[in-house]
């Protein structure tokens, strides 16, 4: 299951999360997966069960969803000045699955921005969330 594309994004993933971070998988299929990800130290863990992150792999790599898109919220330890609340840093990625392995491409910030701020049926902006960075 450890392959290297899949390895190379998980250690993406846990690179961005400074303390505690929400990953939200949409496969082909529009079905969704939202896992916590907690940072102790220099150990990360993924969601409550002891078998999430197995879990959490095999969605992200199995034959039936060939692609999907993946959204990583990291809370950072900056408090926004008129929020008074954590920074959250927006990260998104383009996944693609052979069955075997894992590429993924990340998603440019202009972009991130464009899909987090726009109404998908109507195209017009949304009012802007405070105490974002997108990255």
């Known amino acids: 299951m450890e392959t290297p594309g899949l390895l190379s994004f998980l250690e993406e993933l846990e690179s961005h999360c400074q303390t505690i971070a929400i990953a939200t998988f949409l496969n082909s299929h529009g079905e969704h997966l939202a896992i916590d990800i907690k940072r102790r130290q220099k ?21 039936s969803n060939p692609h999907g898109t993946l959204v990583l919220r990291s809370f950072t330890s900056e408090i926004d000045e008129f929020t008074k609340l954590p920074i959250k840093e927006l990260r998104g990625y383009i996944i693609k699955s052979n069955g075997q392995d894992l590429e993924f491409e990340k998603i440019p910030a202009h972009s991130m921005f464009a899909c987090q701020n726009t109404d998908h049926k109507t195209g017009d902006p949304l009012p802007l969330e405070q105490a974002v960075r997108y990255c």
């Open 43 to 63: 150990k990360v863990i993924y969601g409550t069960d002891w078998d999430i992150k197995e879990f959490f792999m095999n969605e992200l790599i199995k034959g």
